[in-house]
């Protein structure tokens, strides 16, 4: 059974730093692409950052230079590490996977990831 776990959430101000990570089992998880998405109150789930099997980063313009995204294949989690947050940050964070398969290109739909996580909430006040 695949269970994805987030954790490290929680309420910050406006420019600070947090980092959530994501525990997977159940799965070959080096053969997975990885990704967070998160949804806030009255928005669609939207891609935040993804990172493939081979390591390449995929990010959000609206996150781009202040998340990184990484990953810990020994570990089996995932990481990700929110700079400079802003009150529009504010959002349930799911970390989701997706097995690729050679030649398969990174996808950043949601619709596409096979597993999901329960959410963990982070909340940015001005």
């Known amino acids: 059974q695949v269970q994805l776990v987030e954790s490290g959430g929680g309420p910050v101000q406006a420019g600070d730093s947090l980092s959530v990570s994501c525990a997977a089992s159940?799965?070959?998880?080096?053969?997975?692409?990885l990704a967070w998405f998160r949804q806030a109150p009255g928005k669609e789930r939207a891609f935040v950052a993804g990172?493939?099997?081979?390591?390449?980063?995929y990010y959000a313009d609206s996150v781009k230079g202040r998340f990184t995204i990484s990953r810990d294949n020994a570990k089996n989690t995932l990481y990700l590490e929110m700079n400079s947050l802003k009150p529009e940050d504010t959002a349930v964070y799911y970390c989701?996977?997706?097995?690729?398969?050679?030649?398969?290109?990174?996808?950043?739909?949601?619709?596409?990831?096979?597993?999901w996580g329960q959410g963990t909430q982070v909340t940015v006040s001005s």
């Open positions: 159940g799965l070959t998880f080096s053969v997975y692409g």
């Open positions: 989701a996977a997706k097995r690729y398969y050679s030649g398969e290109h990174f996808m950043t739909n949601r619709d596409a990831y096979e597993y």
């Open positions: 990172i493939s099997r081979g390591g390449a980063l």
